[in-house]
């Protein structure tokens, strides 16, 4: 072995080396008689380089790609003070292994602004050409360093300046957005608040937090603390620069805080001035969007914790917005938690992008299961089966079919409950049907069949084959954005193949998970559909993080609102005319939901009404008030179709909607006598009819069954029946109610 490196050597010697050095003391000098030219024409190209930059504004643009290209310049820059020293060191008795490693570590060195230039050949030294190559790479491997260490710390610096600016700015009285990391979801929130909500006296803070670092980590040196800013990249300081946002950094984010030895979560983390700029402000917005749900609800219990925020705790402020599933764990935090024995509410807001995906659906006139089937305007009526199916059955699966399976609660013409039929597929089928049918005891096998299988099983698309007349709706949400579009693709394909034209519009939605797919996945939406324009199949994308995590869907309380309104026009069609304009709309919710004054005009908690009245435990109690909330929230989401159904939704549908809002005004109080008998009031008892079904369906999803007496504890209500079997009119009129303040509703709207 010594000797093949010995021979090595010496051939590197002879060869290389050798040759290399002999030709660089004989031919460099030859250059000096055209050095001065040479010279002069490289600063003559520096200067008006320079000058080009500074005048179009492009030096920006050329430091900003230097930064962004750091790696690739160092090697290269490396690379030249390796050869440039390998020649500098030549010695002919001096062999290889005696001047590369020397030449490597002159070449390292060279990044910290030090040279090797004393080692370097004498008569190399007094070589202009020599000598300005030396200079050259010695000046790049500084501004090399010099990019990096600022690209490491100047941001830093800035954003620091930035926050003390802030701080001693005048007072404020805007609303402060935190957002604790920067990663997609807070990026898409925030530049939407940024482009559509955001105020003269409104902040925006990012607080980067670094996600290596143990519990101890603001403990770290001030080197330490100075190169953590790195943890940010180039896109992200361009968005938060976009933005104009204040930006502090930390070494964990509020989860890591001991809240019982200190309750100064900011000043545990060195956030003393975001905590001051925060104080300074009327309002106070909290987002935990990260991936890591448990480091969000944690980390958002600790700061309300916070002995500062503690003193701002109101009705409004501060709120708490936390990235988290909403299952059984977590609701206690959406659900119970607003009801704290404390009398502080959480103002906890949980953001499951898997229930926004779903919304998104509701939302959207174009996506409800109403547009998949045909209905009679006269009567309301659908009178085919509607078959769906869910590929993946994951939380956005789960919440799809129990978007599907109350959305799509029509009547036939004999006024029953059209037939629902969901195929749902996945592979871990068995580690979610039993929890499923322990939730959702009087959901049937007929309605919804669970398959574990994947997606190009043989099983799979024996299922597909056998239905593909039959499907209304389909939804894949896989966790894969390739995979997902794949499946689509080929189920679009044989569709065409094989269904019945004359049939219904098949819809094919396609959960987006990732950006970057988006527009990639939206070109193929776009030709596909393109091409089958006329065809009954249509490919649509939903719910991409960019449309998910928006104002509207995250912080405004329009749905909210929309709930409380329509509580306001239903509860008033029950009151006499003298006594429906005695509350405001947000007084009437909080009468109802949440608080009321008794007899001696003292608050008291609706819960503790709830419990007196109904015998029931506090726990039971609020899920009960939770119950009746989310109905609003339903009714309000369920408008568009029942409005479709009614045919109210076209064009000059304006005198039919005159009409119905006249008959409403007709119907006695507990009745569902609309007058005179019409075509006009037949609709209206078959959307009354509809109602109870869709009321139905939301209750079995609840996990309701029927029983003869109405059981909060053991979830059973009488009302689970047939609207033919309920005991009176008076029950029936409930329903009659919703239908009225949706039409009363729509009407309003159109004559503002």
Known sequence: MIDIFAKVNDWMNKSYIDSAGNWCKTYLGHFNTILPYIVGIMIILFIVTVIFLIKTGKYKKFFKWLSSHIGICSTVIFGLGILLYAIGFYKPQLGALAIVPRAIISSFRMFVVANELARVDSDLQKDAIYMLFFALIHFSAALITFMFIFKMVGYKIQSALKVQQNYYNKEKTGTVHLFWGVNKSSRSLAEDIWNNHLGKEDTIIFIDVDKDCGNDCHKKSTISSITNSITLNDSEMAFLDKIDALVDHCYNGPASVDVSSNDDVFGQLGLGRIRNILLKNKNIYIYLLSDEEDQNISGALNLRNDRYLKKLMTDSSPRFFVHAHRDSYNEVYAHYSQYADDNMSMNIKLVDSAFLSIQALKLNDDTLPVRCVRVNEQTGAVDAPFTSMIVGFGEIGWEAFKFLYEFSAFIDSKKNRTQFRCYAFDERMDKIEGLLKAKMPAITEEELCLVKTSVDSKQYWEYVENNINKLNYVVIALNDDITGMTAAVNLFKFALKERDAKLPTLKIMVRCYDAGNEKRMKEVEGRLNGSAKDLNVEIKLFATTKELFTYKNVVSNSILNDAKEFHYVYENSLLPTDKQNELTVDERWKRSFISVADKDGQEKSVIDREMAKRNISRYHAIYEINRKISQNFSNTLHCRTKMILMGLDKEGAEERLKTLMELTRQREKDTICYG?????????????????????????????????????????????????????????????????????????????
């Open 676 to 752: 005179i008998p019409s075509p006009e009031a037949k609709l209206l008892i078959n959307l009354a009819i509809t109602e109870h079904e869709r009321w139905i369906a939301a209750h079995k999803l609840m996990g309701y069954t029927f029983g003869y007496n109405i059981d909060y504890v053991k979830k059973h209500h009488e009302c689970m029946v047939d609207w033919r079997d309920l005991k009176d009119d008076n029950t029936r009129s409930y329903d009659c109610n919703v239908v009225d303040t949706t039409i009363r509703m729509a009407y309003e709207k159109h004559n503002r």
